[in-house]
C-alpha cells in the first residue's frame, strides 16, 4: 500500500506522503510509446511539440502511473497521472485535484478563464469529465489548467503550466493534448460528470472515542471487505453509484465529502491521488449499535482501522490513520486477508 500524499508536488498534480517512497522509473526508451496495461491507454513519447522525459510508478503494479511531458524551450510542463483510486467519483477528485493547484507552492493562481466545464474525450459522446484553466498570478506569467476524465473504473489527470500562453491559448492546447492521446475504448458508459456542490444538511460530528478492536469484529469487516471486492468485478450501471457533496473548504490534508443520499456516513479523501477512508455505522455480530467503522480504501486494499463510538470529528480520522495500523487488511481482486497482532 502506498500511502497518500499530500498536496505537495510542485508543478504536478499532488502528491503526499509522510514516507513516499521515490518513485520506480518505468524503463521506457524516449523515443517509444508506452500502454499502460490495464486501461489499454497509450502516451506517445510526443503529443504534437510536447515530449516525454518522465514515466514513473507511483507504487509497484502501475495503479497510479505519472508521466511528465515539456516542450523544447522548457516553457510548458503538462503532467498526466493514471490511476484506479479507491473510491470511484470523478467529481470528488477532480475537487480533490483542483484544491491542489491553490496549495502548489510554484504556481500562485491567478482569475479563473472561466467555470468548471464538462468535456467528452474523442469518440465519446457523454460529457463524463472535468476541466478548468487559470492565469497565473502574483507577478508570473502565463496560465495553468487541469482536466480529468474517467476511464471504467479508473481516472486520468492531465495538468498543464506554461509560463508563455494566456488562458484561451493554454485552454486549446489542453485540448490538444487529449485529443493526442491514444483513448482505449471504454466498456462501461460514463456518467455525465457536474462538479462537486456543497451539502445542504451538515453532519453533526462528536468527540468520539477509539472502541478497542477484537478479533471478531476484525474478521467481520475483512469479511465485508471481500465482499466488496467481489461486486466490484460486476458491471456497473454509472447512473447507480452514489453522489457525493463537500463538507466544508477543505485542507491540504482531506477534505470530506457526504454520500448524497446518507446522514449518518461520509468519506474523507486524503491527498488528492485516490486515496480515502470512508467512516460508516458499523455493522455488528452481536446487534450492537452505535459505533462507526473506518475503512482506508487505496488503491490495491482495504485497510480496516478500530471504530469509534460516534460519529467521529474528521481530525480524528486523519490522525488515527496517520497514527496506527490497521486491524485488518484485505488485497483488492484477492481472498487474502491480513488480522493485525492488536485484533488477536
Not at 215 to 229: M, S, T
Not at 275 to 280: E, L, M, N, T
Amino acid at each position: 500500500m502506498r500511502k497518500f500524499v499530500a498536496l505537495a508536488y510542485p508543478i504536478l498534480l499532488a502528491a503526499a506522503s509522510p514516507a513516499l517512497a521515490d518513485p520506480r522509473p518505468l524503463n521506457v526508451p524516449n523515443d517509444k510509446g508506452w500502454q499502460h496495461a490495464q486501461t489499454k491507454l497509450i502516451l506517445m513519447a510526443t503529443l504534437g511539440d510536447f515530449r516525454r522525459e518522465k514515466l514513473v510508478d507511483l507504487g509497484q503494479a502501475e495503479l497510479d502511473v505519472a508521466a511528465t511531458y515539456r516542450t523544447p524551450d522548457q516553457q510548458n510542463v503538462a503532467s498526466i497521472y493514471i490511476y484506479r483510486p479507491g473510491i470511484f467519483d470523478l467529481p470528488m477528485w477532480f475537487d480533490r485535484s483542483h484544491l491542489a493547484m491553490s496549495y502548489n507552492r510554484n504556481v500562485t493562481l491567478g482569475a479563473p478563464t472561466g467555470p468548471i466545464a464538462r468535456f467528452a474525450l474523442p469518440g465519446s459522446p457523454s460529457l463524463a469529465g472535468l476541466r478548468i484553466s487559470y492565469l497565473r498570478g502574483g507577478n508570473q506569467t502565463g496560465a495553468t489548467g487541469l482536466a480529468m476524465a474517467p476511464i471504467d473504473d479508473w481516472l486520468f489527470a492531465i495538468r498543464l503550466t506554461s509560463e508563455t500562453m494566456n488562458g484561451a491559448t493554454l485552454d486549446a492546447a489542453l485540448s490538444d493534448l487529449i485529443a493526442k492521446i491514444r483513448w482505449p475504448p471504454g466498456t462501461r458508459p460514463p456518467r455525465v460528470a457536474n462538479p462537486i456542490q456543497a451539502c445542504a444538511k451538515p453532519l453533526k460530528f462528536k468527540r468520539a472515542r477509539v472502541v478497542q478492536p477484537d478479533l471478531g469484529q476484525a474478521l467481520l469487516g475483512a469479511a465485508l471487505n471481500l465482499a466488496v471486492n467481489e461486486k466490484a468485478k460486476e458491471p456497473v450501471n454509472p447512473e447507480d453509484a452514489p453522489t457525493y457533496c463537500s463538507i466544508g473548504q477543505g485542507t491540504a490534508d482531506y477534505a470530506v465529502y457526504r454520500p448524497s443520499d446518507h446522514d449518518s456516513s461520509y468519506v474523507l479523501a486524503l491527498g488528492d491521488g485516490g486515496i480515502a477512508a470512508s467512516v460508516f455505522p458499523e455493522f455488528s455480530l452481536t446487534g450492537g449499535k452505535g459505533n462507526f467503522s473506518v475503512v482506508l480504501n487505496d488503491h490495491d486494499s482495504f485497510d480496516n482501522y478500530p471504530a469509534f463510538n460516534a460519529l467521529p470529528e474528521p481530525r480524528q480520522v486523519f490522525d488515527m490513520i496517520m497514527k496506527r495500523s490497521p486491524v485488518s487488511s484485505t488485497t483488492r481482486g484477492s481472498k487474502d486477508i491480513t488480522i493485525s497482532p492488536a485484533a488477536k
